[in-house]
Each structure stands twice: as structure tokens, then as C-alpha cells.
């Protein structure tokens, strides 16, 4: 499982989920972003996300498919 490290901007407390997934290069937009939460391949702390917008917070992980997205403060 691939394992990505994923550092918040200076001063961000938290990322959005969709956007995340699009900064990481796990989809190619925002909107492909949703569409993957919307089908429920996305889980934050092993739980499966329904929310497109869901705040990603440093020390969370978030997985979609086979890749994990480890999230850290500046």
C-alpha cells in the first residue's frame, strides 16, 4: 500500500477531502475528488466518508483504494 505524506499549508488547519485527494495526485480534479467519496471509496481513520467536503485535520489518515494519505501540520 503506498503510503503519501501529505503536509498542510502554513496557517491551513485542515484541507478538504476532495482537495486532498486532487493535491495528492490521487485524482486529476476536485470534482473527481467527490465522485470517489460519493461512491464511498474514501475512509478518514478507517471509516468510510460520505461527506465531499469532510475537513481533514493533521493526524488523520486518509485511505482511498490502495493508497494511503498520512496528512501533517506545517
Known amino acids: 500500500m503506498p ?7 502554513e496557517g ?3 484541507i ?3 482537495q486532498l485527494l ?8 476536485g ?6 467519496v460519493a461512491e464511498g471509496h474514501v475512509s478518514v481513520g478507517g471509516v468510510v466518508e460520505t461527506r465531499k467536503t469532510a475537513k481533514i485535520r493533521p493526524g ?5 483504494g490502495d493508497v494511503r494519505i ?4 506545517s
Open 3 to 9: 503510503i503519501i505524506e501529505f503536509t498542510l499549508a
Open 31 to 36: 470534482g473527481a475528488g467527490k465522485m470517489l
Open 70 to 73: 498520512v496528512v501533517r501540520a
Open 12 to 14: 491551513s488547519p485542515f
Open 60 to 64: 488523520q489518515i486518509v485511505t482511498c
Open 22 to 29: 486532487k493535491a495528492t495526485g490521487v485524482c486529476d480534479s
Open 16 to 18: 478538504e477531502v476532495n
